[in-house]
């Protein structure tokens, strides 16, 4: 399990999530995702525009998100694949780090 209680608590807190994917020419697009709800393993998002991101997640689904918190204070990258599924985002982490 990637999402321990700890890493769930800091998502869950945090007041927004940044997401990151690739463009077709290789360079970051970083997005504020807002707020992720952990369900089992995953990270899942409401999805609003995010028309570049989905566009990059169709041709290269590597995708981490940054999490953090003023309790402590701690934060966490996640790195994995994201898919749009409906109106939802679901993101699959593989690694996980600390960053504070």
């Known amino acids: 399990m990637i999402i321990t209680e700890e890493v769930k608590k800091v998502i869950e807190n945090s007041a927004f ?4 994917t690739q463009c077709e020419d290789g360079t970051p697009h970083p997005i504020i995702a807002g ?11 409401g999805i609003y525009k995010m028309e570049v991101t989905q566009k990059n997640l169709a041709v290269y689904p590597k995708a981490s998100i940054v999490a953090c918190t003023k309790e402590g204070p701690k934060g966490f990258r996640l790195t994995g694949t994201a ?14 780090e600390a960053l504070i």
């Open 35 to 45: 707020k992720g709800e952990v369900a089992d393993d995953t990270v899942i998002f």
């Open 83 to 96: 898919m749009p599924n409906g109106k939802k985002l679901v993101f699959c982490p593989e690694k996980c």
């Open 17 to 20: 999530i940044t997401l990151v």
